[in-house]
């Protein structure tokens, strides 16, 4: 059944949510030292729809109209509304996620300072399953699984390589080395500390960068988390989110052109062929990627094929 938008008119009074108020500073563990909290927020779906009415005025209300008020305003990119919901978390991540995280601009963080205080011995080594060969498609990923003694001796490397650091680190503070200059030594499998707050559109925006199979994996499963709190707060608004943005579709002009062809009966090939998007190289060697390979993956998607097996 569809979620109710909960009712907060009349009389105003402080929008809570009992699902999110039982998770508030729950530690959830990603990875290997890492956790994501829920600290608090502020608003749930009824300040989204409190707020697109004083635009559009109250007109007929009922649960069905406020749903589907909110889905016309995300199908719509009525962004305003859905930054009346914040949400704030404390989150524990190794620096290299952080390091991706951190560049999402539209969030407010405050740090753990390692200038101020010592660096935990924490360091993230990833699942022998993780440890696999360069992407044959993905410059930036991961692929095809690699032979074991491979696997074992890059994480033997990384446990020995870390804890030389953190020696090293250890010995620069007992010998009076300031803290933020004896960091210097610590590798970015290290884990840092932070509390991350923003507004739903904003963390919509994150989550659909970072929850996508492009993404790393270990910053995907730090989205999840945050995800999966953030739908306690704003569940009709996340069931949005997942229908018009996490399984949306978009469909360029090239792209209409050629599944007009599909639909008149062209091959997939023919199709991409004649709507300008490339399939091969000018040598004639298969295309991995690009404009054609993409739309050939969104048919799949459509005919409900699974994701191409490479851990992009
Ligand atoms: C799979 C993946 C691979 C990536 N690879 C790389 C890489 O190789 N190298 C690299 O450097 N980065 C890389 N990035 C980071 C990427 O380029 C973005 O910096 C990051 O995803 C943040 O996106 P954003 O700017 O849209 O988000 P936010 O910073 O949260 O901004 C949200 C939105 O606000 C607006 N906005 C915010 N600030 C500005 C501004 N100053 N000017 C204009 N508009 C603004 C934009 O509309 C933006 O989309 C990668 C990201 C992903 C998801």
């Known amino acids: 059944m569809a979620p109710a938008v909960p009712d907060t008119e009349p009389p ?15 530690r959830h563990t990603v990875l290997g030292h890492g956790f994501v909290a829920l600290v608090d927020y502020m608003g749930n779906d009824a300040a989204i729809v409190q707020a697109a009415r004083v635009s559009y005025g109250r007109g007929t209300k009922s649960v069905r109209d406020d749903r589907a008020l909110v889905r ?10 859905f930054e009346m919901v914040e949400l704030k978390f404390l989150v524990r991540l190794p620096i ?3 390091r991706q995280w951190i560049r999402h601009r539209s969030a407010s963080v405050n740090e753990y300072s390692a200038r101020y205080s010592v660096v935990p011995d924490e360091y993230e080594v990833p699942p022998p399953d993780e440890v696999r ?7 930036q990923g991961r692929g095809e699984p690699l032979e074991a003694a491979v696997v074992e001796r ?10 030389e650091a953190y020696t090293a680190y250890s010995a620069a503070l007992e010998a009076g080395v300031a803290r933020e200059t004896a960091r210097l030594v610590l590798p970015v499998a290290y884990y840092t500390q932070w509390y991350w ?13 970072r929850l996508d199979p492009h993404a790393q994996e ?10 999966r709190l953030g739908r306690l707060v704003a569940p009709v608004a996340f069931e949005a989110f997942d229908d018009f943005v996490l399984s949306g579709l978009s469909l360029g002009r090239a792209e209409q052109l050629a599944l007009r062809s599909l639909l008149a009966g062209a091959t997939p090939e023919a199709a991409c062929r004649d709507a300008g998007l490339p399939l091969t190289r000018p040598d004639g060697r298969p295309m991995a990627t690009g404009e054609g390979v993409e739309f050939l993956e969104k048919l799949a998607r459509l005919r409900g094929e699974p994701p191409s097996g490479d851990r992009e």
Not at 72 to 81: F, I, K, S, V
């Open 12 to 26: 105003m009074t402080r929008p809570t949510v009992a699902e999110a108020d039982r998770e508030i500073g729950i």
């Open 72 to 81: 016309y305003l995300l199908r719509h990119r009525h962004t305003t509304p």
């Open 96 to 98: 290299f996620v952080a």
């Open 133 to 139: 060969h360069q992407s044959q498609r993905n410059r």
């Open 154 to 163: 890059f994480r033997s490397d990384l446990e020995r390589v870390s804890r």
């Open 197 to 209: 707050k923003t507004d739903l559109w904003n963390l919509f925006h994150f989550l659909s960068l």
């Open 218 to 227: 270990e910053i995907r499963l730090f989205a999840a988390e945050v995800a």
